[in-house]
């Protein structure tokens, strides 16, 4: 949740192996797509051409608090 709410940088890695670095410095809510230029997968007749890697993230939140936790949440956002 702190990562979705603040942002982060990732590093993952490919399919050909190679790593891949993923940042959000915004707010990101579920279902977001983020489009990453060039470090799609290889274009079938000229190999040498990339497309675009689509990333969309999963936010998942938690389904209790207890209510120590709530009363934090409380504190915090207000």
Do not use: C, N, W
Not at 12 to 34: A, F, N, Y
Not at 45 to 59: I, R, Y
């Amino acid at each position: 949740m702190l990562q979705a709410l603040v942002g982060f940088e990732k590093t993952i890695e490919h399919l050909d192996k190679s790593q891949v670095v993923v940042s959000r410095s915004d707010v990101t809510v579920h279902g977001h797509v983020e489009v990453i230029r060039g470090k799609g997968m290889p274009q079938h007749s000229f190999p040498s051409v990339t497309g675009d890697m689509l990333v969309t993230f999963v936010v998942d939140f938690p389904r209790y608090l207890t209510q120590k936790q709530k009363d934090g949440f409380r504190k915090l956002l207000s």
